[in-house]
């Protein structure tokens, strides 16, 4: 009987040992289970927080080149619209400058050579030369010297001097009062200041 308690007792041992290893190894196998299903869901987790981060981060760029683009374009409007003023302001001043001239000699004699060049330049027929209704203290002396009819303007804009010279034959006239050439050089001058972004 001692054999089969010795033959028990070590199948028992033995028993209990494999018993142990596999316990040792299902363990061993759970907690790199649990350590794996950890890391994945640790690096899930990582990888859900770096998307989150990277979207706010593009969502915070595009509403700071928005933010910056709008900032801009308020700052060219505002530049524009003060260039506008200046304009505007310089070419009122000039205005004035041009209405002081025409108040002076040499106005005079600027108006009678200009209206000399145009009606040799628009040809032979029935001519009407047009002046301003500040010149009109010129209105015989221009008659009796270019032998035409002297016309004072009575339109909408103040032409402030010069003349607009008319073949009525022909429907040719030449503008050249001093208001359409403030309006010429005022056009040149805002041509050049948008290639020059002035």
Known sequence: MGSINNKLDKFSNTIYTKATHEKEDIIKKAEKNRANALKEKELDCLETAYLNIQHSIRSIDQQKKEMVSKALMEQKKS???????IIEEV??????????YTLTEEYKDYLFKTIDANVKQIGEGNIHIIISKNDEKYLQELKERFGHE????DGYDDIIGGCIVENVDNRRYINDTLLESLQ???????????MKSC
């Open 91 to 100: 070419f009122s001043l000039v205005k004035k400058k041009l209405r002081e």
């Open 79 to 85: 530049l524009l619209n003060r260039r506008e003023e």
């Open 184 to 194: 010429e050089k005022s056009q040149e001058f805002i041509k050049s200041c948008n």
């Open 150 to 153: 002297v016309i004072l303007y």
